[in-house]
C-alpha cells in the first residue's frame, strides 16, 4: 500500500545540511520522550498510542451511536470549537463530494457546525434553517465550560426539545466531554443523554482521533475504522528515530528553517477539499509551538485559487516564508479536457489531457519559481483523499509537531495564552466571580 512520502531537497539548500543534521540529538530525544511518555507535558501525551490502543468495543459503540442517530435525524449539529471542532470539520470536508451540502439528504445525516463562533446571524441562520428539519446534537467540550459552544448549546438544545419534545430531545442528543468535571458533564449526567469521554491525558487539539473526531466523522458517513488503521501504520513509520521518519525528518527540516530566519510556514494545498485540513493544521502548530516568544507562524493556502490574490507576495515578498506542500498523487476521478473546434480560447494545446495533469504542472511550475524566488519547500506526498491516508497524515502531523515543539525547546501540550482572552471577555461580561477584573478592565477601557 502506498504511504506518505517527504521530500526536503527544496528546503535543505536554504537552510544548511549542518544545521538540519545538529538537529538529530534533539529530534532523537523528542521521540524518546514521545514514546516514553516523558518530559514537558507528558500527561498529555495520551495521543501517541491512540491508534493502536483504542478499544474495538469503542468503535463499535461510536458507530452504533452514529447509526442511531442516522435513523432519527437529516441534519446532526456538531457543537464545538478549537479541537473540539476543526478534526471532525477537517476529515468531513476532505472526504465529502464538493457539492454534498447542495444536495438531498442520501443514507447519512448532514452534519453542520455550531459554537466555533459568537455569530448572531450565524445562530439565527441556523436556527431558521432547522426550523422545519429533523435534527440532532453532538456538543463536544473537553473542559466542559467553553463559552462558545455552551452558548450555542443552550440555543440549539431549547430549539430541539421545542420541536421533538422534552424527553425524545435526550435522545436526539450525545455529549462528548471530561469523565467527570465540568458543566457539561454535570448536564449530561442529570438529562441522562448518550455520553463518549474524551481522556484526560490527550488535549483537544490532538483529539481528532477520540470519539471527539470519530463520531461526527462516523455520522457523514466515512468509515472510521480505515481512519484509525491509517494513524495506526503511521505509528508504527514515526516510531523510531531514523532518517526514514517522515515526522522526524519534518520536525528537523522546519526548525532548521525556522534557525535560519525563515519564521512562517506556509501549508499549502492544490486540492480545495483539503482547505479545513490547513485549519486543523494551524491549530495543531500554532497553539503547540507560539509560546515563551518563540514558534513558526502557521498559515495556509489553496492553490492554485490564492495564486491569484498571495501569489505577487510569495513570489516576491519578505523573504521569511517556507512552504509546506501536501501533493495529492491521483485524484478519484479522471476528467480530460475536451477538444474544441474553433479554438478561441488557444486551449487546444491540452485537448485530452486530464484536469489533474494541468495542476500537477501548476505545482512543478510554482515551486519552481517559488525556490527560485528564495522560498523553501518541503513536499508532502499523499497517494490519494481517503479515510486511511488521512488518517495517516493526521498521525503523521501530530507526531511530527511533538517532535518539533520539543526541538524548539517548548511544551508542546499546553495553550497558557488561551486564557487572556476569555479573562477579559468573562469581566467584560460581568460573569459572577470575576468582580475584580471587571473593575480593573474597566479602567483600561
Ligand atoms: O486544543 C485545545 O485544547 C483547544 O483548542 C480546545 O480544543 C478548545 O479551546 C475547546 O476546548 P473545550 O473542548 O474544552 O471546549
Redesign the pocket.
Known amino acids: 500500500m502506498k504511504t506518505i512520502a517527504i521530500d526536503i531537497q527544496h528546503a535543505l539548500y536554504f537552510a544548511g545540511k549542518e544545521r538540519y543534521e545538529a538537529l538529530e540529538p534533539a529530534a532523537v530525544k523528542a521521540i524518546s520522550n514521545l514514546n516514553n511518555c516523558e518530559g514537558a507535558g507528558n500527561d498529555f501525551h495520551g495521543w501517541v498510542k491512540l491508534p493502536s490502543e483504542i478499544a474495538q468495543a469503542e468503535i463499535d459503540d461510536i458507530n452504533a451511536t452514529a447509526e442511531k442517530l442516522a435513523a432519527q435525524t437529516d441534519y446532526v449539529v456538531c457543537i ?5 471542532y476543526l478534526g471532525a470539520k477537517a476529515v468531513i470536508e476532505a472526504l465529502s463530494d464538493s457539492f454534498a451540502a447542495y444536495a438531498p439528504k442520501g443514507k447519512h445525516p448532514k452534519v453542520l457546525f455550531a459554537g466555533q463562533n459568537i455569530g448572531e446571524d450565524y445562530l439565527a441562520e441556523l436556527q431558521k434553517f432547522l426550523a422545519d428539519k429533523k435534527f440532532g446534537i453532538i456538543v ?7 463559552t462558545e ?1 455552551a452558548l450555542a448549546f443552550r440555543l440549539l438544545k431549547a430549539q430541539l426539545e421545542q420541536q421533538a419534545g422534552k424527553e425524545p430531545a435526550k435522545d436526539l442528543i450525545v455529549a462528548i466531554t471530561d469523565a467527570k468535571k465540568g458543566a457539561l458533564r454535570t448536564l449530561a449526567t442529570s438529562e441522562g443523554y448518550k455520553t463518549f469521554v ?1 481522556p484526560d491525558n490527550v ?3 490532538f ?1 481528532v482521533l477520540t470519539p471527539v473526531g470519530l463520531l461526527p466523522i462516523a455520522v457523514a458517513g466515512f468509515q472510521i475504522d480505515k481512519l484509525i488503521a491509517g494513524a495506526k501504520a503511521m505509528q508504527e513509520t514515526t516510531l523510531h528515530a531514523t532518517p526514514s521518519n517522515p515526522a522526524m525528518v519534518y520536525a528537523m527540516m522546519r526548525n532548521a528553517l525556522y534557525q535560519a530566519g525563515k519564521k512562517i510556514e506556509i501549508l499549502v494545498n492544490y486540492h480545495p477539499k483539503l482547505h479545513y485540513f490547513a485549519e486543523w493544521w494551524k ?1 495543531l502548530y500554532g ?1 503547540s509551538e507560539g509560546k515563551e516568544g518563540k514558534g513558526i507562524f502557521p498559515a495556509a493556502v489553496d492553490l492554485t485559487t490564492d495564486l491569484h490574490s498571495m501569489g505577487q507576495w510569495m513570489q516576491e515578498g519578505e523573504r521569511t516564508i517556507f512552504e509546506t506542500v501536501i501533493s495529492v498523487e491521483e485524484s478519484n476521478f479522471e476528467l480530460r479536457i475536451p477538444g474544441d473546434k474553433d479554438n478561441l480560447d488557444a486551449m487546444n494545446y491540452l485537448t485530452g489531457k486530464r484536469v489533474d495533469e494541468v495542476n500537477k504542472m501548476a505545482e512543478l511550475g510554482t515551486r519552481i519559481a517559488h525556490v527560485e524566488g528564495g522560498v523553501p519547500v518541503i513536499k508532502i506526498t499523499i497517494p490519494q483523499m481517503d479515510e486511511h491516508t488521512l488518517g495517516e497524515l493526521i498521525y503523521f502531523f501530530e507526531k511530527a509537531c511533538g517532535i518539533s515543539g520539543y526541538i524548539l525547546g517548548v511544551n508542546p501540550f499546553d ?1 497558557p495564552g ?1 486564557e487572556a482572552y476569555k479573562k477579559n471577555m468573562f469581566a467584560l461580561l460581568g460573569k459572577p466571580g470575576h468582580e475584580e477584573a471587571t473593575k480593573a478592565i474597566q479602567s483600561k477601557i
Not at 464545538?80 to 473540539?84: D, H
Not at 463536544?140 to 467553553?146: A, E, V
Open positions: 464545538g470549537i478549537g479541537g473540539s463536544i467540550s473537553k473542559s466542559g465550560t467553553t459552544p474524551i488535549g483537544g487539539r483529539s491549530q497553539e495553550q488561551v
